[in-house]
């Protein structure tokens, strides 16, 4: 159980397109979602914690314009990077939880590569 | 504000050879604990956690984990190293805010396993 999807695992994209990334909970309801983010050989980075119906709570940093986080549904959520940039190419990891639940079961990830 | 500290960012361990990997954590309140196992391009894998009881946790894959309260500490063992052993391994402690359990995560630590 507890397993969460991410699609697609890998996107190359041009500079100055919009690139949207799924994160499902397949097999439970996730009332938190949250979004990282890893660079080469370093640790992940929060991005936004989004619940169910709420807007996302973005990190100190992160620019809620251009990473559009929507969690519509208990079983969805999207990260939208708008208008990539070289800088942007990244790992990008969703993970989710339960209600009530401490545990955040974490997606395969997504690496995004801007030329 | 919770930290994580891990101590060696590269640990290296002949195959069959004890493996140890230091974590420290800052916390105000009892923590929540974790250990997870990074392998290349893909997301993270539990391997165990503290959240209450008993203060030796067991986990998957031979790994095993003591919560010391009074060093603040969480170190992963596992008595005999494989080769599949390597990977990076994160350690990360959890806070409940905004009624989201957000992660910490220390800068993890890559094990190599020498034949």
């Known amino acids: 159980g507890a397993v969460v999807s991410q699609h697609p695992s890998w996107v190359i994209c041009k500079s100055g397109t919009s690139v949207k990334i799924e994160c499902r909970s397949l097999?439970?309801?996730?009332?938190?979602m949250f979004w990282y983010r890893q660079f080469p050989k370093q640790s992940l980075m929060l991005m936004a914690t989004?619940?169910?119906?709420?807007?996302?709570?973005?990190e100190q940093g992160v620019e809620k314009d251009k990473f559009l986080i929507n969690h519509a549904s208990l079983t969805l959520s999207t990260l939208t990077v708008t208008s990539a940039h070289p800088e942007d190419s990244s790992f990008y990891i969703c993970?989710?939880?339960?209600?009530?639940?401490?545990?955040?079961?974490f997606g395969p990830g997504t690496r995004l590569t801007v030329l | 504000a919770q930290s994580v500290t891990q101590l060696g960012s590269h640990v290296s361990v002949s195959e069959g050879a004890l493996v140890l990997l230091r974590c420290n954590y800052s916390?105000?309140?009892?923590?929540?604990l974790f250990w997870y196992v990074q392998y290349p391009n893909q997301g993270l894998q539990l391997l165990l956690k503290?959240?209450?009881?008993?203060?030796l946790v067991k986990g998957i894959n031979g790994f095993e984990a003591e919560f010391k309260k009074s060093e603040t500490s969480f170190h992963l063992t596992k008595p005999s190293a494989h080769m599949s052993d390597a990977a990076e391994y994160f350690c990360?402690?959890?806070?409940?805010?905004?009624?989201?359990?957000?992660?910490?995560f220390g800068k993890g630590t890559k094990l190599s396993v020498i034949p």
């Open positions: 993970s989710a939880s339960g209600r009530g639940g401490y545990e955040q079961f």
């Open positions: 916390s105000s309140v009892p923590p929540y």
């Open positions: 503290y959240t209450t009881g008993a203060t």
């Open positions: 097999d439970f309801q996730a009332t938190t």
């Open positions: 989004s619940n169910e119906g709420s807007k996302a709570t973005y």
């Open positions: 990360a402690v959890s806070n409940s805010g905004a009624g989201s359990y957000q992660l910490t």
